[in-house]
């Protein structure tokens, strides 16, 4: 392990080489002597299996014994998440924005590297491709999407609750989470399996134990969640994800609901579900292996909600600005308009209501 010395941080930065396939060498690290304690990260990286891989950086405030200091997305830019192998790769460092204070004597990272995302049960690939939404073209790149709705076990099993309404039903889906909920619940799965979280609040990082007090209890803030589109951990599918997803992706066979002309195939909706929410999978899936993407409970997507743009769009994550965030699919207590593969609906982001659950997505490698 060798060790840097750098300015205006007063810490020692530890390059740390992890010794595993793909290797990542030569890792070093200088401070800029402008006064922005920004760090210059450089290191190389090879991999006889593949050409592209997936790099993250950890941190450690206890001299290397562990690496659990959370590195805010946000402050990182260069040749992080997945980039072709090579040497001189390069990861810039905003340090000094982060907040998390930094143990000079006990500081260290490392540089580490993957050649596939371990992508947990239940996970279905959705291969990219291109649908039309009714105003546009738009094009998805390929991302892991849960084939189930999230279950309340699942939830709880992180987050600690189970505040469903619908608590009696065994493998229900999770209900009366707010889209704020959705969020924290990502990145403390994320944390929990040592992944990167996808979310940062401002300038607090990703963990949401340092988020600010009342955070997710001003449907304002919202706008104040970023999310870091490479981190390899969960985090909600964007608005034309879920919709792609839902109409059965390149194996689309153009349904009215996911997975079938017949609504009663594949969704529970308010003529059949007997004002309750049911047991995820029991439907018939879509095309992709999906079920429940009509019907059962409404899922939050990321994206705030907004007119679609005109024009052929590529990977897009919804409007800048607005008032709440998209939620699809239609649930136990919707007619059967509201659940057809096309129709969208939004809510402020403190709304939790046992109408409305969600699903998670991972990244592709």
Known sequence: MRKISLLFLVIILSATIYAVSPVVTNATAAQRTDGSKILDIYYD??????????????????????????????????????????TGKHIVWHAGNEATPLDGNQFAFKVQAWDSISVPANFVLVAGGTFNNGTSNVTVSSYYLDKYELTQA????VMGTNPSYYSSVTNGPVEQVSWFNAIEYC????????????????????????????W????????????????????????????FAARGGNSTHGYT??????INAVAWYYSNSGST??????????????????????????????DYPSGAQNNPHGVVSGSARVHRGGGWGDSASYCVVSARNYGDA??????????????SP
């Open 187 to 214: 990145n403390k799965r994320s944390i929990s399996e040592g992944l990167t979280p996808c979310y940062s609040y401002l300038t607090y990082g990703t963990n949401p134990a340092t988020w600010p007090s009342g």
């Open 45 to 86: 990286v090879a991999c006889s299996s593949t050409d592209s891989v997936w790099v993250s950086m950890s941190v450690s405030n206890d001299a290397g014994i562990t690496f659990t200091v959370t590195v805010t997305p946000a402050n990182l830019s260069g040749d992080t998440g997945k980039i072709h192998i090579g």
């Open 216 to 243: 997710n209890s001003d449907y304002n803030n919202h706008t104040n969640v970023t999310c870091s589109w490479t981190a390899n951990g969960y985090r909600l599918p964007t608005e034309a994800e879920w919709e």
């Open 154 to 157: 699942a939830y709880q099993a």
């Open 277 to 306: 929410t049911h047991t995820v999978g029991t439907n018939t899936a879509n095309e992709l292996g999906i079920f429940d993407m009509s019907g059962n409970v409404w899922e939050w997507n990321w994206d705030i909600y907004g």
């Open 350 to 363: 403190a709304t939790s209501t046992c109408h409305i659950g969600f699903r998670c997505v991972r990244v």
């Open 257 to 262: 609901y996911s997975g079938s002309e017949d």
